[in-house]
């Protein structure tokens, strides 16, 4: 099946810094929504965007919807160490039979 | 809040084993999925369902089959369990005409 291209795939920082982390397509989606999953648990929905240009924050989380709508990045600002866990980026097409299209994951660990 | 329960967390089968895995929503959400997740590979679909009774494969079924014989219950069925059917899997619900879905804590299981 069709995937987004996530990256990085991994992080290891220090406590206190910024992250960023993006996700491209080749296909333009309508819907970008960022998901982060902790160690033995189920993805949990951080940020939806609806709209290109969109841009919205949740706490020290930020996420933008990019203007060609092939594109999206979160940020996550200083970082502690209860942001570890896999980060998933999503996008949703009316068109593509209603399902969601996944990235891979950036896995991020944070050294206190 | 949208809950999504899945039967067991941990399961250890043999293989050629019949497995069932479930799942139950409480939010009367008319779409439900089931998503296993490996490491490097993300999350890939399995099945989902659109309504009562019905059902449409996704990326990789081959080896599965459900039931959705309730709205609120989703389940997944390996027939014959076998080795490579060991993962992590994930059970998500989405209300009719909304993009976000909602995961259950996921089922680790382990065929031997």
């Known amino acids: 099946g069709q995937q987004l291209n996530q990256s990085p795939q991994s992080m290891f920082i220090q406590e206190g810094e910024d992250v960023s982390m993006n996700c491209t397509s080749s296909?333009?989606?309508?819907?970008w929504l960022w998901y982060k999953q902790e160690p033995g648990e189920g993805p949990v929905l951080l940020i939806a965007l609806y709209k290109a240009g969109e841009l919205t924050s949740n706490g020290r989380l930020t996420a933008q919807f990019g203007i060609t709508r092939k594109d999206s990045f979160l940020n996550i600002s200083a970082s502690i160490p209860s942001d570890v866990g896999i980060y998933f980026c999503a996008g949703f097409n009316a068109g593509n039979n209603r399902k969601l299209i996944w990235g891979l994951g950036t896995s991020l660990a944070v050294n206190p | 809040d949208v809950k999504v329960t899945q039967s067991s967390r941990y399961l250890v089968k043999r293989t050629g084993e019949k497995v069932f895995l479930e799942c139950v929503q409480d939010m009367d959400h008319e779409n439900m999925f089931w998503y296993r997740q490996d490491p490097g590979l993300g999350l890939r679909l399995i099945y989902f369902?659109?309504?009562?009774?019905?059902?449409e494969k996704g990326d990789i079924p081959e080896g599965y089959s459900v039931s959705r014989e309730k709205k609120e219950r989703f389940s997944l069925i390996l027939e014959s369990a076998s080795t490579n059917q060991t993962s992590m899997y994930l059970c998500?619900?989405?209300?009719?005409?909304?993009?976000?879905?909602?995961f259950g804590p996921g089922t680790r299981l382990l065929v031997l």
């Open positions: 369902s659109y309504d009562v009774k019905m059902k």
């Open positions: 296909s333009i989606f309508n819907t």
């Open positions: 998500a619900s989405r209300d009719r005409g909304r993009e976000t879905q909602y």
